[in-house]
């Protein structure tokens, strides 16, 4: 298993993941030019691709994916409710290169598990991935609240990218209106750092190797604000754990296990 976020934030959102070689990228919120680009960078060729995921319909995380399908020929994986709502912005889509999720599925021997999550969009859906191998893996980089159900899917992997959205304090300061600090503060906003550490607390196990703090705020949070609060809340239990943040503007090296 091999992957590498290639930008996360409220300009965009792509995390590249290799699974028993099979790759496919799990949003596409930048230009698709900028996703070629940062693949090309780290030495990956994007024409292997085999699919794209869709977590949801906001722009920063679907910005690239009609022009990648049509460019790479690669399938579109949506829910009904995300396309119904975006399939404007997609543009025309090869009827072959239209997946609805409905439930689990495959791609070539991955299986792919959806689980909602408290999100402001029309359904938004986080991804639990299982390689042929028995590497695993999940990512929500938009989630308002965990419920014991969401435990379930970031518990036994060895992967996870997790949404490290805003500092309370940083947000109650910014200059944001009063309706969007009460938006991403409410159980379909964002995740804060603190509950970022808590949750990343309850699944943790010796097999977890590695996470990606994702969807920093660069205006309620900072980069080293956010791995310092996870950090604390593992130290607070004695966990010794590699943690990761993700920029907005850079790829993360690829990381193999």
């Not at 906001?58 to 399938?75: A, E, F, M, Q, T």
């Not at 598990?113 to 991804?127: K, L």
């Not at 603190?194 to 309850?202: F, N, V």
């Amino acid at each position: 298993m091999k992957i590498s976020v290639l930008g996360s934030g409220s300009e965009g959102n792509s995390t590249y993941l290799d699974v028993c070689g099979i790759p496919f990228l799990i949003d596409a919120g930048f230009s698709a030019k900028t996703l070629i680009g940062r693949m090309h960078n780290l030495g990956l060729n994007p024409s292997m691709l085999k699919a794209i995921l869709v977590t949801h319909e906001h722009n920063d995380h679907i910005r690239g994916v009609g022009i990648l399908s049509r460019k790479l020929n690669l399938p579109i994986y949506i829910t009904p409710e995300s396309y119904r709502v975006s399939a404007s912005c997609l543009g025309k889509i090869a009827p072959e290169n239209l997946r609805f999720i409905e439930g689990e599925f495959d791609i070539e021997g991955v299986r792919f598990i959806p689980f909602n999550v408290s999100h402001d969009a029309v359904r938004t859906i986080g991804f639990r991935v299982e390689g042929s191998n028995g590497k695993r893996m999940a990512i929500s980089t938009d989630i308002g609240c965990y419920t014991e159900e969401i435990l379930t899917h970031f518990t036994n992997v060895d992967i996870m990218v997790l949404e490290a959205n805003y500092n309370f304090d940083m947000l109650q300061s910014c200059g944001y209106p009063y309706y969007l600090k009460q938006r991403i503060h409410s159980e379909q906003g964002h995740l804060s750092n603190e509950d970022s550490g808590r949750l990343i607390c309850s699944c943790y196990h010796p097999n977890l190797k590695k996470v990606f703090l994702a969807h920093v705020s660069k205006n309620s949070n900072t980069y080293d604000l956010a791995l310092a609060t996870v950090r604390t809340e593992l130290e607070s239990k004695g966990i010794k754990l590699e943690v990761e943040v993700a920029y907005q503007d850079t790829v993360t090296e690829l990381f193999a296990i």
